[in-house]
């Protein structure tokens, strides 16, 4: 072995032995997570002082067979990525300047050369080009019709591998797969929390696929706010897109200083152009059928619908617009699921805004998959629905509808969530809910506890 300076983060005698053990186990044969199991098992009897390897992320080299990849923690608790490689395989072109942990004789074999990567959830680059060229199986998606259990937190680094390796435990007790992670609302960098999910998930081995959500709202009467923000977080798969502030609470009859008829007609020729009039009536005054109920539009509900939420329905389309233009330009995959936020409407969401606001993005061309409806009494503020059964009621009615258009609901977590409500998400939903935790607390008993209730 060659001489190596005393100040690296690993000792490379340690660095020998896993190597040695990587290449016994793994060369000449398909990497599978049955191979990295047992790497992991034989590893037990390794005397590993100033290394804790991740064998859930060992990963082989795209182009040259003979050159590992192995997330590991140092001596002082860095996180590196180790880069293993036959002295015989080139540099490695995909990290510059790696630090070089030491060239060792194998006993059974060639010589191996070992360097060194920083690989934290604040190395961006170098989480963004493992997964961009090495294994893109860590790389969020769409949720599609799965349910998910989405995790915030204003410190990822240490909320979303707890989260992970709980996700690991239900997929293992139960085959299903609820991982999803969900940027904070307006609190911390968009990227951080982005690389920090990399992070978490390469670590943890994850490549079952998971999430990364991510909200848009809309400032004032500019959308130049919203194009910023979409431009941030064009990477990840989920968009909810937040435009309560162009909500006319008051067209709402329940408003407390609601609209009279006449403001409410007025308001509705001054928003829309003859053509937009037209198409909504066609469109809205009418009978719908989406399952469970028939909702029957009449043309004065058709015009406080429309004034109520018209204006936040078209900017909620230019936000999608902007989210699938972005993504083109940044050549990012075409699909992601987008979220509509309905919370701020003022009053629990009904059946009939449900369907106005999910059948008006879907007939022009930006059909919503996640829809985040206000509940009253599951929210921090706001009315109530009423009591538990009519609250059942509410969520079962809303999630026919969501699903009538190929979509699922969205509902935020709060402390008084106890078994009773998290069973009546789970049965009222069908198990199809995108659940958003945000408590930093316990993260794991949060996912285990709801995954119980809404999945078993």
Known sequence: MTPVPLDLPLRPSEASELGNLIFDQAERKPLTDEVRNRIAARASVLRLETIRPYFGSLERDPVHPSVYYLAVDGEKGEPLLLHLALATAPTSSIFYKPLLIGRMRRPNGPEMVVNSIPFGASDGDNLEKFCARIDTAFLPRPQGSRTAIAIGGDHPESVLPAAFDAFRAILKRTGKNLAATALPPARGSARHFYCAGLWAAIRAGWREGYSAGAEIAVSGNTLETAKEAIHQTAVFSSFGADACRLFHVAADPRHPSAWSDAVVEEKFESCFTADDRGWIFDEFARAFDPGDAVYEFTQPEVLRLAVKFGPALRAVEQIHESIRQTRSTLKIGRSFDFDVLL??????????????????????????????????????????????????????????????????????????????????????????????????????????????????
């Open 343 to 456: 919370e701020g409407a003022g009053a629990p969401t009904t059946p009939e805004e449900l369907i106005f606001c999910l059948h008006w993005l879907k007939q022009r061309g930006h059909a919503a998959q996640l829809a985040t409806p206000g509940l009253g009494g599951l929210e921090p503020s706001g009315p109530a629905v009423g009591s538990t059964a009519d609250l059942a009621q509410h969520i079962k009615e809303l999630s026919g509808i969501a699903r009538h258009y190929q979509a699922g609901l969205t509902i935020r977590s709060r402390a008084d969530h106890g078994p009773e409500v998290l069973d009546l998400i789970g049965r009222a939903t069908v198990g199809r809910v995108n659940y958003k935790v945000s408590d930093e607390l316990d993260v794991a008993g949060h996912i285990r506890s709801a995954a119980e209730h809404l999945v078993g």
